[in-house]
């Protein structure tokens, strides 16, 4: 090889040449790196006339190769450059609170794998309300299925508190609900409305819970404890029927973001029938559950549960339009007004929403922290109005039968796609927010203020992210609908308003009646508690009276009397029930917070007792023991040693008592016998 063909390789080909490095140098430069490149390769001096020639000749080659690699540069500019494809990283869900197999089953359709709740999870989904250390934790690529503060719409009471001051500013667009009472701060007002309705009936839920537990109807108030907390309900006597049967409507409700407010209805959902024929509730079928409630949880323990998705007693919400249909009824008119209901009710706790939100993910400017899939259970009167029952912040994921599988799957696969959880790089958004830190702690050091860009970037940033977010929604929707924000919105403009300023004003309204009905609370207390004591006096009478063996009858009317004086004036200098819920004493018990009638024989017994107990700790030296441990350890204060000094110069028991052991027991023995045949002596007092 020459040594123009050695400068002619390829700088990849040979690492000790570097032509295109010098190709920019003057030609002095450049010769005189030739010369030692050549040196240094053949080791030698070279004559000039062949030094000469060689250059000539490399450099013409050098040109020629480079011209034909800039010819092979072009053509493989024009060619179509094959990329390799990055690998889609594995999303991460974490299912640690979540007692359903199906979320798990659809997880791992999309491809998520499992993560404790320690690990860098991208999905959170639990049954139960988020936490606000939980929530201020969040990264910001993570997600999870529930807003902070839902429950002012979730809790049967916030829900009634919300809906009745909703009500009092709008009371032609927010009648979509039963009158309802929170109990025991309503009790006097809705005892003062059953008065002037004796024919209504009212239902009885407790304030939290599910599945139809605790849930009852009454055509008395009687029935009713003031004390307890519970929700109270005029019941809806006259619902739309299909066959004869009653039945509600479960309508699953998607949130994507809450500001801006973005609200999806499933367009499948449950139809649920009770199991027995309806009948307008008279004081004989009140306690029929299978006639008045709808609840699967209660129904499918009935003997007339059938299972069928034509007409059966749940069916598809598809199957119940079709059947609406058949009977002349306008669906989308009444689906207009159900998504309307649907609205109204978010818009109540909107302001709660929105704060709790901002409060909670600060730094979440990429995509939103939270959604939610909401229960909404919707019952139809006879005039085809619908009426809000209940929401449901977890509405049962279980799938027994093959309706509940096809339904909540299909459900689940809808929300999984709408949340585009790829679209966002967690290594890239980590690196982000450490960068962010960094620029902080060097704020001050660097004299740089990032104020202006921390408001001005990321909120650009922010717009484009959330732009991009919502059109992925609308494109992948699949069976969801949207319905808020729609076509006339603006007729929700008042509700935002309204909301935002008397949510606050009707807390103090609201404590004053709390306290109001604690008081009423408390003195229906006392009174129950007087009348209590005076059953358990004059059953202590009779009871007396028929153990005596003297066959003497007391005078239990004065006795009565003295112990119901006793008990009134100790009722009225006690102090108010702190609690709500303290336990009242049944007829037939006996309660340690009452006094009771003291016998005499029944004294003497216990005072000897004691005296027992007294000799026998003595006799032991316990007393003595306890002195001397506790002063060979130091823990004896000088107070100690003052008044318990005798113990240590005591020598055996037998040194308490100067007439011995012996006499002592017999003393203790006398007293003993004396005791018990003194058992059936009247009362102390009762002379």
């Known amino acids: ?32 790196s030739i010369v030692k490149l050549g040196d240094h390769r053949d080791g030698g001096n070279i004559p000039e006339n062949e030094f000469t020639a060689r250059i000539s000749q490399g450099t013409s080659e050098i040109k020629g190769n480079s011209e034909e690699m800039e010819a092979k540069g072009k053509r493989d500019d024009s060619a179509p450059v094959k990329t390799r494809k990055k690998k889609k990283r594995l999303l991460s869900i974490c299912t640690t609170n979540c007692k359903y197999d199906v979320v ?32 201020k934790d969040m990264k910001r690529f993570q997600k999870v299925n529930h807003f902070p503060g839902m429950t002012e719409i979730c809790r049967k009471d916030l829900l009634a508190r919300n809906l009745n001051r909703m009500l009092r500013m709008f009371p032609k667009d927010y009648n979509f609900f039963p009158k309802t009472w929170c109990l025991p701060a309503d009790y006097g007002d809705v005892v003062a409305y059953a008065r002037t309705r004796r024919s209504k009936t009212f239902i009885i839920k407790p304030d939290t819970g599910c599945q139809g537990r605790g849930i009852y109807l009454t055509k008395s108030l009687k029935e009713v404890k003031p004390y307890e907390r519970m929700i109270c309900q005029v019941y809806l006597a006259k619902p739309f029927l299909l066959d004869g049967y009653k039945f509600d409507l479960r309508v699953y409700t998607l949130i994507t973001s809450c ?21 307008e509730p008279t004081s004989y ?17 009935s003997r007339l549960y059938v299972i069928d998705e034509e007409v059966g007693s749940k069916r598809k919400i598809s199957t119940l339009n079709k059947t609406l249909q058949s009977e002349g009824v306008d669906v989308d008119e009444l689906w207009r007004k159900i998504d309307e209901v649907v609205v109204k009710t978010i818009l109540a706790a909107y302001p709660i929403l929105k704060h709790s939100y901002h409060t909670c993910f600060s730094t979440h400017d990429l995509t939103y922290a939270c959604f939610e899939i909401l229960g909404f259970d919707i019952l139809i009167d006879s005039k085809l109005k619908p009426y809000l029952l209940e929401v449901n912040h977890s509405p049962s994921f279980h799938t027994d039968a093959q309706l509940d599988k096809d339904i909540k799957e299909s459900l689940l696969m809808d929300t999984f796609n709408m949340l585009n959880l790829h679209h966002y790089d967690k290594r890239k958004i980590i690196e982000e927010d450490r960068k962010r830190v960094r620029d902080r702690l060097l704020q001050g050091i660097n004299g740089k203020d990032l104020s202006v860009n921390d408001t ?29 924000p729609c076509k006339d919105d603006e007729k929700y403009n008042a509700f935002f308003k309204q909301s935002s ?3 606050f004003q ?3 309204a609201s404590r004053a009646r709390e306290e109001a009905s604690k008081l009423q609370r408390e003195e229906a207390i006392m009174r129950m508690r007087e009348e209590e004591s005076k059953r358990t006096a004059a059953k202590w009478d009779s009871k007396i009276e028929t153990e005596s063996p003297r066959g003497s009858r007391i005078n239990s009317m004065s006795a009565r009397n003295k112990l119901s004086s006793m008990i009134s004036k100790k009722l009225t200098l006690a102090p108010a029930v702190k609690k709500s819920r303290e336990h009242v004493p049944m007829a037939d018990s006996i309660s340690s917070f009452l006094p009771e009638i003291i016998i005499e024989s029944e004294e003497r017994e216990r005072v000897a007792s004691l005296t027992q107990r007294d000799f026998l700790i003595k006799s032991h030296g316990i007393l003595q023991e306890i002195y001397l441990a506790m002063k060979k350890n130091g823990t004896l204060r000088p107070g100690d040693i003052k008044k318990y000094g005798m113990y240590g110069k005591l020598g055996q028991g037998s040194e308490f008592y100067p007439n011995g052991e012996a006499s002592q027991r017999r003393q203790i023995d006398d007293q003993l016998e004396s005791t018990h045949g003194e058992r059936d002596q009247p009362p102390l007092g009762k002379n």
């Open 1 to 32: 090889m020459n040594f123009a063909e050695d400068i002619a390789i390829s700088p990849v080909q040979n690492e000790n040449y570097e032509v295109e490095s010098h190709s920019d140098s003057s030609t002095e430069s450049d010769t005189s």
């Open 104 to 135: 798990r089953r659809v997880a791992a359709v999309y491809g998520m794998r499992e993560v404790t709740e320690d690990s860098a999870w991208n999905l959170y989904w639990t049954d139960l309300s988020i936490s606000i250390e939980r929530a």
């Open 259 to 279: 500001d801006p407010l973005r609200i999806y209805v499933y367009n499948d959902g449950l139809a649920r029938f009770a199991t027995s024929r309806y009948k």
């Open 285 to 301: 079928n009140t306690s029929n559950v299978f006639m008045h409630l709808t609840n699967y949880a209660v129904n499918k323990h």
């Open 456 to 484: 001005v970037g990321p909120s650009k940033v922010e717009e484009k992210s959330l732009q991009e977010h919502h059109k992925w929604e609308e494109e992948h929707m699949g069976n969801y609908r949207r319905i808020y």
């Open 501 to 503: 300023t008397s949510m």
């Open 506 to 508: 009707d807390t103090a």
